[in-house]
């Protein structure tokens, strides 16, 4: 159980690149960074308005010297401090990510970057060489995957409780973007120009959630082959996405289904994950997330509580509050944000991790591929294609 006891030895001295006022996931970051004091916040270039930037700085009680006009002078100001930052998250629009990442390694840094990691393949290989070779952490903002079900689901399919993982269906389709809502909506704006969102919209920007639910909850499954069709039912968006699907085959035989999706009108999130095996079927809801549906053919279905007794030491250990008491995506981010620590700490002081997950670079890596995988097959007219 999580008791906001230190996992670290000191608080590691923190700042942000984006996420500035108004922004829709600069906060989460804050609340999950600062939640266990594992950071401290000390210095920040929060926004593209610089003077809006260091008035939100100031705000947050960042002291007027260290809210910065851009990343370059930050990473160049503190490293010529005795108490310079050693960790930066990136929470700014997807096309910057590369820029800000690779300059922030440069820095010898550590990052958690938001996703996509950055738009191609080789850029993303290019930044898992660079965080090896300066030693330094990368954590990817999966958030959903800090929830204690998704530990739950993992722990009972390494078990053999499922059986033969035969089936993944996965979706994130939210009705959000049913209408052309970007007209109005900064926020929404650049997720559709592929200059800022890159090769595409939901595919990356949602799919890629429960995509990586997936490779955390059965880690040995590896994509052969898949194949994409994707459209743009608000037309303007084109060649951008607003709904995809996408079908996976794994190497040991198993199949996979993402639907990514903005369009599903009426629907709040919409994003799920279901694994089935050969005796037994899992279900994971995000609106749902403190429950975790099991199916076992033949008998009633039950439903898995967090906190209860019952579940795996390895899902209790994240535990904050107790059964019955919700935890939501919060805590779940801050479970993340507690790994990243331990993580950094460990990579300054050349300890092992033992077997501690997070998701690190290979995920960003991951995501990117996968996109890149899904718009081939996509714009080849919905083809098979095989997984590079
Ligand atoms: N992990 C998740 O669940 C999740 C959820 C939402 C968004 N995201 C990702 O987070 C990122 C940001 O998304 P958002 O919805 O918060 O975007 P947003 O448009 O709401 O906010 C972006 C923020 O970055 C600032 N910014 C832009 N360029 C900058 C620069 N060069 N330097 C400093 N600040 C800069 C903007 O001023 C703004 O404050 C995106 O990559 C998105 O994919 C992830």
Redesign the pocket.
Known sequence: MINGEKKVDRPIRWAM??????????Y?HRSAALRDHHFQLVAG?????PE??KD?GMNLHVTPERCYL??QQMFEEEAKREDGIEAVS?????G??YE?CKAALNADLHVV????LCFTFEEAKELENLAKKKNRVVG?????SGHQMIEQARQMIANGELGDIRIINMQFAHGFHSDPVEMNN??????VDPKF?GPSYVL??LGT?PLFLSEIMIPELKINKLLCTRQSFVKSRAPLEDNAYTIMEYDNGAVGTVWSSCVNAGSMHGQKIRVIGSKASVEWWDEQPNQLRLEIQGKPVQILERGMGYLYPEALQDDRIGAGHPEG?FEA?SNLYSRFAVAMEAADQGKELNDMWYPGIEAGVEGVRWVENCVRSADKGAVWVDYQ
């Not at 690149?17 to 600069?26: E, H, P």
């Not at 270039?45 to 308005?49: L, S």
């Not at 990136?90 to 997807?94: D, G, L, Q």
């Not at 970057?113 to 996509?116: I, R, V």
């Open positions: 690149v984006g996420g500035g006022r108004g922004s829709q996931i600069g989460i270039a929060f926004d593209i308005n809006r930037g939100f851009d990343f990136i929470a700014t629009p997807n910057t990510h800000i970057s938001e996703k996509p990817i903002t999966y958030g959903y900064p926020s929404t704006k650049w997720r969102a990356g920007d959630h995506l981010w």
